[in-house]
């Protein structure tokens, strides 16, 4: 066990670091979906899931570029567009809803 404990620290430098934090926000992500999802006694998937998905997918993709590790790379590079394109999706409805309020809103006023 000392010897791997041993061997383990002696790899450790930013790149390592920069790995654990892009896994440990990724792995992150299902507890903040997990507390939501209790807290509304149903399955929710909230914006902050997404944000988790792509800071974690982002830092292990540096971390795979830089360590020259395919299988990272290939996982990563379809989940962040994914993940992208969902964050889009939340963009655009929370703007499309913005637009759509005003007219209302200016009607009322008119009124």
């Known amino acids: 066990m000392a010897e791997w404990l041993s061997r383990l620290l002696a790899h450790i430098d930013a790149w390592f670091v920069l790995g ?13 979906q997990w507390l939501v ?6 399955s929710i998937v909230p914006v902050a899931f997404w944000y988790f998905s792509i800071a974690g997918g982002i830092c292990l993709m540096i971390y795979g570029l830089k360590r ?5 790379i290939l996982g990563q590079s379809f989940g962040l567009i994914v993940y992208a394109r969902n964050l889009y999706f939340i963009r655009k409805e929370k703007r499309d809803a913005k637009t759509e309020t005003i007219p209302k809103m200016v009607a009322d006023v008119a009124e």
């Open 20 to 32: 654990v934090v892009g896994q440990v926000m990724f792995s992150g992500r299902f507890l903040v």
């Open 37 to 42: 999802s209790e807290k509304h006694a149903k």
């Open 68 to 72: 020259a590790e395919p299988i990272i």
